[in-house]
Every structure is written in C-alpha cells, then in structure tokens.
C-alpha cells in the first residue's frame, strides 16, 4: 500500500485506475545547476537488464551492451530545443510547459566524465554519439571547454546528431570536427517553403543551403563521414510543383551527402496533428521508414548517390505528381534505388572503421582484432 501510494504521487505520471484517469502535476523542469548534481548511471542500478528466460534481474554483460548499442556509446547532453517544430514531440511538450524550450545542460566537466566511466567499463567504445537536439546550439565558450576536455581525457571520433540550420555557424563546425567530430545529421526536411512553413521550421532555404554548404566544407577538410540530412516526405498536402521544387533543391545542395528520408507522421499531442485533424487530412500510420514507392521518393534516394546530370532530372520531373494524385508506384525500383543508397553509406562507414549504427557481439571480436590497434595509437598520450 505505501509503495502504491509513492506511484500515485509521483509528480508527471498518469494512472488508469478503477475511479478514472488520474493526472498527477508535471514535475518541475531541472535547471542547469540540478543536471550538475546528478549522479551517472553506473552505479550498479542502472545496469541491470531483465532477462526473460531466467525470469528475473541479472547484470549488464558486455555482449548484452554489443546487441544493443554495438561499439558506440550513446548519450545525451543538452536537453530542450528553441524551435517549435509542429510535427516534432517537442512542440507537444512545450503547449504543457514553455520551459521545455529551453536548453539546459550540465558542465562539460560532467559529460565527460560520464563518457570516462562508461568506457571504463565498456573499453571496447570506440565512438561517442550525442543525441541532442540541438547541441550545436549551447554557447561556443561550452563548446571550447567541451572540445579540450574530451581531446585530452577521450579523443574518440564522436557524433553530433543535433544540428539545426539557424544555429550552424562555421566557428563551432570548425571547432568540434577539429577535436574529433566525424559524423553530424542536420535536420532540412523539406525544400519547398510551403511545408517549411507547415512544420513551422522558422528557416529559410537560404539557411538550409548554406549549411550544408559548411557542412560539405568540413567534410572534406576533416576527412569526415558523410553528411547526414533528414528529410520528410509523403506529405499529404504536397502538390505536385511542392515535391518538383524539393527535388530541385535537394539535386543542387552542395555534396557529398546523405539522405534519412522518412515517410510523414504524426504524434499524438503535436501541433501538426491538430491541424491535420481538424481539417481531416489523413496521413498514414504505417512505419516512418515505410515510404511510398513513388517516382519522387526513388528520386531522392538516387540524389543521395549522385547529382542527376539535368537533362535526366528534367525528364523525370515530367513523370512527378502530387500526393493526391493517380501515379504510378515502383516498389521494385524503389528496392534497388535504396540497396545503392544503404551500400553508399555502408562503404563510407567502413572504411573509416565507424561502427555507430550497427549492433552485434561480433563487433567485440572485430574490434579487438581491427580497431583496438588504430584506436590505442591514436589515444596514446591522451589520458
């Protein structure tokens, strides 16, 4: 009954009970001082798995770590984000509380730290990845002290997946990549205006392009791994001149690059999902990877792999139609257009030796044979 009781208190948490929905408080947004205190999570706690056949709580083994997170060890730094993304779970946080927009984060001290335990225990990390939502964001002063601490104590190549085109600037590009970024996906989602305005992006395509332009820049300076751009499609209101100006935008965005293209979706609570319902647009509920096989859709998998030459590109675009539109669909083209696309991006991961998106013990034995010596040689000297 006590321990009921604590459950049913706790600030943030909704219950379905037997008299009805009961709705506890939201807890209070941790400020910057408060994420400072925290404790990491290794203190035998957190690293206890439930194992189904044996029916009860065992310890993390280091194979168990491989099959979820391979060699990479993933984390987040900064929480919050500025922007007020209508399809983004973020904006549905926001309606409950302002605060959320707000980056909070501890000291760069802390996140290290974090990072110097975690391979302690685990020595085959051999690349850090940062989920943040926009980690590019914090202060450059941050940046700085982030950049010599994790030079000195982990000088692993590391990943920024939170990029945004309005906080990019070259100064933080060129300072993170010189200390070991080799990987960063920034977020373009569409390069027509009209759906830039309906996700509320608050970028321009001037913006847009010109990140990706730094980006491109720093790749081939810093010998990084191909650059990473999210894009949306299978959007219901897209006409057919919407998905035509997309295709041309993205064709001529500076390379190389990368496309993680997702088919539109939309979460309960988001802003983008009232709008939709309330002007009963329908949108899929199949997986996001799930994209429909359309002529556009191959078309930006195959601007991933190459510029299309533009006489080809023309030609093409004369077969595009909107989403409403009767159109023919590829499912086989689309099969092969992605097996190059994946085959492009696996290349490139491997010959820099960058294991952050595959899982398996096997990579223990890899690592121990192959990376183990080119990671030991180039942090000799660092600790």
């Known amino acids: 009954m006590v321990v009921e009781q604590v459950y049913y ?38 690293c206890q798995i439930y194992d189904i056949e044996q029916k009860q709580f065992r310890s993390l083994t280091k194979y168990d770590y491989l099959g979820f997170n391979g060699l990479a060890y993933n984390i987040v ?17 926001a309606l409950i509380d302002k605060n ?16 110097e335990e975690a391979i302690k225990r685990y020595p085959f990390i051999s690349t850090i990845t940062f989920h943040d939502d926009n980690m590019i964001a914090l202060p450059i002063e941050v940046l700085e002290r982030f950049s010599e601490l994790y030079k000195s104590k982990i000088n692993l190549p590391f990943t920024v997946l939170g990029i945004h085109p309005n906080t990019i600037n070259k100064e933080k590009i060129e300072l993170l990549a010189s200390h070991g970024m080799i990987r ?10 009209k759906s830039l305005k309906l996700y509320e992006r608050n970028t321009t395509l001037e913006a847009i392009n010109s990140g990706v ?34 295709l041309r935008f993205y064709n001529n965005l500076k390379r190389p690059l990368i496309f993680n293209v997702f088919s539109l979706r939309t979460f309960p609570g988001t802003k983008l999902t009232s709008c939709f319902e309330e002007n009963k647009i329908i949108c899929s509920e199949l997986p996001y990877f799930k994209v429909r096989p359309t002529l556009s859709n191959i078309m930006i998998y195959l601007i991933a792999c ?3 030459p533009a006489w080809i590109f023309e030609k093409l675009l004369f077969k595009i139609r909107g989403y409403n539109e009767k159109q023919n669909e590829y499912p086989t083209l689309l099969g092969i257009s992605k097996f190059i696309f994946l085959s492009k991006r696996a290349i490139d991961h491997l010959m820099k030796l960058h294991f952050s998106a595959i899982t398996g013990k096997w990579l223990y034995y890899f690592w121990k044979i192959v990376i183990n010596k080119k990671l030991r040689s180039k942090r000799k000297g660092c600790r």
């Open 306 to 308: 190459i510029k299309i």
């Open 184 to 193: 960063t996906k920034m977020g373009i989602q569409s390069g027509n205006e």
């Open 213 to 246: 332009t730094l980006l491109a820049d720093a790749q081939k300076k810093y010998h990084m791994i191909l650059q990473e751009y999210d894009i949306i499609c299978d959007n219901p209101i897209e006409t057919m001149d919407d998905i035509k100006s997309s």
């Open 77 to 93: 730094w900064s929480l919050g984000c500025p922007f007020f993304c209508s399809y983004c779970s973020n904006s549905g946080f």
């Open 9 to 46: 208190s706790t600030r943030g948490l909704w219950f379905n009970k037997n008299e009805g929905i009961h709705k506890n408080q939201p807890d209070n947004i941790n400020n910057n001082d408060e994420l400072n205190e925290y404790q990491i999570g290794y203190d035998g706690i957190d």
């Open 100 to 115: 959320y927009l707000k980056i909070r984060f501890p000291k760069p001290e802390v996140i290290v730290r974090e990072i």
